[in-house]
């Protein structure tokens, strides 16, 4: 199973499902749409971050929100 990264980092186990049209997974409770790279990229970048806890630049919040607009448009 694919264990959404996003809800994981909020201690909530939540499996994604997968959409085989697009190839991307599906968090119910979070929304998050990403592929499988994507997954992986994310989980990196919120491991990364939790052990970079005192860096307030947020590169993923911004690249989160970027992604997420490209989606809607
Ligand atoms: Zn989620």
Not at 31 to 41: K, N
Not at 48 to 68: F, G, I, N, V
């Amino acid at each position: 199973m694919t264990e959404c990264p996003e809800c994981a980092a909020k201690d909530i186990v939540v499996e994604m499902k997968f959409d085989a049209n697009t190839k991307h997974f599906i968090c119910k409770k979070c929304g998050l749409f990403a592929t499988r790279e994507q997954v992986s990229d994310i989980r990196y970048r919120l491991n990364k971050r939790e052990k970079t806890r005192e860096d307030k630049h947020d590169e993923y919040r911004d690249w989160w929100t970027t992604s997420k607009k490209d989606k809607q448009g």
